[in-house]
């Protein structure tokens, strides 16, 4: 979809500066301004729909202008590395990918926005405020460097027209970890057994690509013990025991699956959109994949939608629960920008929970909203399955933040692939998932040596 432009006009009448004195408390300028904003495509079409009339809904109470471009993913990181490096920047962008906010708050890139924020604080999940809460190693200190406009999570979705034609109910999926995982084994043994030899249980992406092996790992280390593999005050715990347990048995387990053939032969190739295509395909019973994406995409057609099961995360082996890793969609005001007063007035009004909910909501709920009152308000939450099992999961349930909010080094971790390399060292090369823990290790402790944070 080619990128789309408005510019919309300066609105300049006693019935629009009405209409402001009573939508909008935040400034009271003498002379309407303009915001420019650069903007993620959406997954979804009507996730452009949403932002269009946030964009317009804001201009009608304010009397400002927001000068938006919407820009698919790709691109739109391209856009932002340029004009941070060449120093002309918009007013806002958002933080893609997620853990921009951390690698430019530790270069002292960002606008602080506490006072966005601050107002609001209460509304925030714990999650989504630690997600904005990032070190600039310039000022040597924390600072709020974002604004959470929605929150999201990995759950599991299921085939349940596949899991029920291998003779099993829902009912009969396991409670826990390992067990839920190994029940898909079983499935796919039953459909191979009745000819369907291109069924796979698992769709784990074990693969050097993209965001999704990152996140796939995570979730299989905290599930494992290992939710402290950084620590708070940014630290690597790379020597505890109990982590390094923990990553030995998140490299065995997804390893193992691909090499005993329950996960498809490419998926040690697949990119984030392979695995989505793979279970529309029904090549996959059940996949670990982030936001409920995976539904809305096929969201017209009713059969294929409702025959989709999202499923919040399976207990931990010993029955705890597991703690979901949640993003954090957030918009970022860059140094440099040249109109910082408009550029927090529009994240004030964005950010204000009926207003926000009212954009999620149009965007079809793909995404959750960052404050649980949003949730608890309103019954629409509710009403879909796909959106009750991941707004229960992201919004309502126990959550924790992407490590690089930690240390920015992990964002480089992340990049580099360090833990997909570490399965296909297991997959391809030999190794044994210890060994593989040890290299991967001693990899990401020479990456977190670039980014000492100093302890206030």
């Known amino acids: 979809m080619p ?70 993913y790709a691109p739109l990181r391209q856009k932002i590395i340029s004009a941070v490096t060449s120093g002309i920047v918009p007013d806002i962008y958002p933080s893609t990918p997620t853990e921009l906010i951390a690698l430019q708050a530790w270069a002292d890139k960002l606008v602080d926005v506490s006072d966005v924020i601050d107002p609001l604080r209460e509304e925030y999940t714990t999650t989504a405020l630690s997600s904005i809460n990032c070190y600039n190693s310039v000022e040597k200190r924390r600072g709020v460097y974002g604004v959470p406009l929605a929150q999201a999570v990995l759950p599991n979705h299921v085939w349940r027209s596949l899991v029920e034609k291998a003779g099993y109910k829902i009912e009969d999926i396991p409670k826990t970890w390992d067990a839920y995982y190994d ?73 193992t699956a691909y090499k005993e053939g329950f996960v498809p032969s490419g998926a040690i190739n697949w990119n984030d959109a392979d695995d989505n295509n793979a279970f529309h395909a029904k090549q996959i019973v059940m996949d670990l994949d982030g936001t409920i994406s995976t539904e809305v995409a096929i969201i017209a057609d009713k059969q294929d939608y409702n025959d989709i099961l999202t499923m919040g995360l399976p207990l931990s082996n010993d029955g705890k629960p597991v703690p979901s890793q949640a993003g954090c969609l957030c918009a970022l005001i860059p140094k440099g920008a ?60 126990p959550t924790l933040p992407q490590y690089w909010v930690y240390n920015p080094a992990w964002a480089e971790v992340q990049n580099q692939h360090v833990w997909g390399a570490a399965w296909a060292d297991v997959i391809q090369h030999g190794l044994t998932p210890a060994a593989a823990a040890d290299k991967a290790f001693k990899w990401t402790e020479q990456i977190f040596a670039k980014y000492p944070i100093v302890q206030s």
Request: hydrophobic share 40%; net charge positive.
């Open 3 to 72: 990128s789309l432009t408005r510019r919309s006009l300066l609105r300049r009448s006693l019935g629009v500066a009405a209409a402001s004195a009573l939508a909008r408390p935040y400034l009271a300028n003498a002379a309407a301004t303009t915001a420019t904003v650069w903007w993620i495509q959406g997954f979804a079409h009507e996730e452009d729909i949403a932002f269009k009339k946030i964009v317009a809904d804001y201009e009608k109470a304010s009397g400002n202008t927001i000068d938006y471009t919407i820009v698919p």
């Open 338 to 397: 040249k109109n910082v007063p408009a550029a927090k007035d529009f994240l004030k009004y964005f950010s204000q929970p009926k207003v926000n909910g009212e954009y999620l909501k149009v965007g079809l709920g793909r995404n959750s909203p960052p404050m649980p009152s949003i949730v608890k308000s309103d019954p629409w939450w509710q009403a879909d399955p796909h959106r009750k099992a991941h707004t229960d999961q992201s919004a309502l349930g």
């Open 183 to 255: 029940f898909f084994k079983d499935v796919q043994k039953k459909l191979r057994a009745q000819g369907m030899r291109n069924v796979y249980g698992l769709g784990f992406q074990v693969t050097t690509q993209s965001n999704d092996p990152n996140a796939l790992f995570c979730y299989f280390v905290i599930a494992y013990g290992g939710k402290d593999i950084v620590t708070k005050d940014g630290k690597l715990q790379a020597h505890d025991r109990q982590v390094r347990e923990a990553v030995i048995k998140a490299l065995t387990y997804p390893a």
